[in-house]
């Protein structure tokens, strides 16, 4: 298999699949195209996307573009990597959540943009406050239900849609206990932050940024 992926350091929709991928422990390659330029879009195509976006996953003659699409494929080919639970209600609140982290939050992308290397304090508009204070009670809704220690119980593609929102709670020192954390999502967002693959697809994007 082979994925396409944008800058590490930049691109919250490549860092998705490629965790999920890494969950499966299958083999794979990556090809990353740089963006932020008039010749990305027609590289990304070059590359085998066929939206001209990333991320997209090439598995034989078959490719899968969007990151949940990917994402659920990845769970319907490698079965035994349980990347959503057995139990049902507990797949479907974490596919809404994933679905919902997907096409909301439009506040918080535009004014906390996913950069690694970033390390500063931003004041939030109210529309961004609404959408941290939703994020807040969506986890500490499911590390409840679930008894965590990620939203799910173990680790799952609801974690991976949410990790890149966790780098923008470290990148731009927002204090989840400012909008509602009683301790349970900030110490989740911090989990997410040392799982192994999160961290080596970290370590990589800032050695490409020190280049």
């Known amino acids: 298999m082979e994925i396409i992926i944008g800058d590490k350091v930049w691109s919250s929709w490549s ?28 590289e990304i195509l070059a590359a085998g996307s066929p939206s001209g976006s990333v991320p997209a996953l ?19 080919k490698f079965p035994d990597a349980a990347l959503w639970p057995a139990d049902p209600s507990l797949r479907a ?45 969506l986890w500490a809704e499911l590390l409840t239900r679930s008894k965590g220690p990620f939203l799910l119980g173990q680790w799952s593609i609801a974690d ?16 989840l206990s400012d909008y ?7 110490a989740y967002a911090e989990r997410l932050l040392e799982t192994p693959e999160f961290l080596e697809w970290e370590k990589a994007a800032l050695a490409d940024t020190a280049r």
């Not at 598995?59 to 949940?68: A, M, Q, R, Y």
Request: proline letters at 3%; aromatic letters at 8%; a neutral charge.
């Open 15 to 42: 860092m998705r699949p490629w965790l999920v991928l890494r969950h499966t422990g299958a083999p794979f390659t990556e090809t990353m195209v740089r963006l932020h330029r008039l010749e990305s879009h027609d």
């Open 58 to 76: 090439k598995d034989g003659e078959l490719t899968v573009w969007d990151s949940l699409a990917i994402c659920e494929y990845l769970a319907e």
């Open 93 to 137: 609140m974490g596919r809404s959540a994933a679905a919902e982290m997907h096409s909301g939050f439009h506040s918080l992308r535009g004014e906390c943009t996913m950069d690694l290397s970033v390390r500063t304090r931003a004041e939030l508009v109210e529309a961004t406050a609404v959408d941290v204070r939703r994020i807040v009670r």
């Open 160 to 175: 991976a849609f949410f990790t890149p929102v966790a780098t923008r709670f470290r990148s731009y020192d927002v204090r």
């Open 180 to 186: 509602g954390d009683t301790g349970a999502a900030g």
